[in-house]
């Protein structure tokens, strides 16, 4: 009996010390923390070293054109909402209607919107989540969808291709992007961990690439990037990047993670995709733009990151 005592001594004490529910950024792992940064992941849950984690490193001349990557269609993002924003204690997050709806794309569903959530560096530096050709972006915003069968996130993940993400890139402006101006506003109000505001007026449209720049993207099968980790999500990501002045990029970085640290370098590193193919869209509509047909020339002929 008092050997069985001393066993569960220890567990609770282990439990205690080491934080064994808990995960972080590499950034918050010092020799006296008690979370688990990205490398040890996969001893708070298995799927995060399985073969078809992400995010990756999308190498350009490797990836393999496919036609079936047509344009989606939006359903209700024109639309002006309110949302629910959130320091979560690992990022920030905004809550979408689910009427919200995409299809196309060689998606097999409609899938409705759930929520969006960003990925930074720190003071504007390299922060994206995936990388093209090894270049890191600024920043990289996920717009998580579900299968419109499903009434929770925690469902949909636990079936394959239950769960498709829109993944942008950010770069480095000029000038401010006046579209963002409500968001970062808001942000001011969201330094700690579980703070909310409500955010009116808000176009997820207005939050993106302009119609014609939406053409080109990437495609494959990975996996959520934070614990779980859970693998079966449909990846789209996106190569225009969204303008964003420094002083914007520079706001994320206002925001704490739950142990106080500043949040910053918010992003899992990029993880091995083993040989797993990742496909281009092709240009299959009619472009009036000359610029643009070029462009989508150019992307067809794997030339895209020269033009």
Same mark, same amino acid.
């Given at each position: 009996?008092?050997?069985?005592?001393?066993?569960?001594?220890?567990?609770?004490?282990?439990?205690?010390?080491?934080?064994?529910?808990?995960?972080?950024?590499?950034?918050?792992?010092?020799?006296?923390?008690?979370?688990?940064?990205?490398? /040890?992941?996969?001893?708070?849950?298995?799927?995060?070293?399985?073969?078809?984690?992400?995010?990756?490193?999308?190498?350009?001349?490797?990836?393999?054109?496919?036609?079936?990557?047509?344009?989606?269609?939006?359903?209700?993002?024109?639309?002006?909402?309110?949302?629910?924003?959130?320091?979560?204690?690992?990022?920030?997050?905004?809550? +979408? $209607?689910? /009427?919200?709806?995409?299809?196309?794309?060689?998606?097999? /569903?409609?899938?409705?919107?759930?929520?969006?959530?960003?990925?930074?560096? +720190?003071?504007?530096?390299?922060?994206?989540?995936?990388?093209?050709?090894?270049?890191?972006?600024?920043?990289?915003?996920?717009?998580?969808?579900?299968?419109?069968?499903?009434?929770?996130?925690?469902?949909?993940?636990?079936?394959?291709?239950?769960?498709?993400?829109?993944?942008?890139?950010?770069?480095?402006?000029?000038?401010?992007?006046?579209?963002?101006?409500?968001?970062?506003?808001?942000?001011?109000?969201?330094?700690?961990?579980?703070?909310?505001?409500?955010?009116?007026?808000? /176009?997820?449209?207005?939050?993106?690439?302009?119609?014609?720049?939406?053409?080109?993207?990437?495609?494959?099968?990975?996996?959520?990037?934070? $614990?779980?980790?859970?693998?079966?999500?449909?990846?789209?990501?996106?190569?225009?990047?969204?303008?964003?002045?420094?002083?914007?990029? +520079?706001?994320?970085?206002?925001?704490?993670?739950?142990?106080?640290? $500043?949040?910053?370098?918010?992003?899992? $590193?990029?993880?091995?995709?083993?040989?797993?193919?990742?496909?281009?869209?092709?240009?299959?509509?009619?472009?009036?733009?000359?610029?643009?047909?070029?462009?989508?020339?150019?992307?067809?002929?794997?030339?895209?990151?020269?033009?």
């Amino acid at each position: 009996m008092r050997a069985h005592v001393t066993r569960l001594l220890l567990v609770s004490v282990w439990i205690v010390c080491t934080g064994a529910a808990d995960w972080c950024y590499q950034t918050q792992v010092t020799c006296d923390s008690q979370c688990k940064g990205p490398d /040890s992941w996969h001893e708070l849950n298995g799927d995060c070293k399985k073969n078809r984690q992400s995010p990756i490193n999308i190498v350009t001349r490797k990836t393999i054109l496919d036609h079936k990557l047509t344009p989606f269609i939006f359903s209700g993002y024109q639309e002006a909402f309110s949302s629910t924003m959130k320091n979560n204690g690992h990022t920030v997050t905004a809550t +979408v $209607p689910q /009427s919200f709806t995409v299809r196309g794309g060689n998606l097999e /569903s409609t899938y409705k919107a759930v929520q969006f959530h960003f990925h930074w560096g +720190v003071n504007g530096s390299a922060g994206s989540e995936h990388t093209i050709d090894g270049e890191q972006y600024p920043m990289e915003m996920h717009i998580v969808h579900m299968k419109e069968e499903f009434d929770s996130l925690k469902n949909a993940l636990m079936v394959k291709h239950g769960v498709a993400v829109l993944g942008f890139f950010y770069e480095k402006s000029n000038s401010a992007n006046s579209k963002y101006g409500k968001l970062i506003e808001a942000l001011t109000k969201l330094e700690s961990t579980d703070a909310t505001t409500m955010l009116s007026g808000l /176009s997820l449209s207005n939050l993106l690439p302009s119609e014609e720049n939406m053409t080109n993207y990437y495609r494959y099968e990975g996996s959520l990037t934070t $614990p779980n980790c859970t693998e079966g999500v449909v990846w789209t990501v996106f190569e225009h990047p969204i303008p964003l002045s420094n002083e914007q990029l +520079v706001a994320f970085t206002s925001l704490k993670f739950k142990d106080g640290k $500043p949040m910053i370098k918010t992003f899992r $590193p990029v993880q091995p995709n083993h040989g797993y193919p990742v496909y281009r869209s092709g240009c299959t509509v009619i472009l009036l733009s000359y610029t643009v047909l070029l462009a989508c020339a150019c992307s067809a002929l794997g030339l895209s990151r020269l033009y």
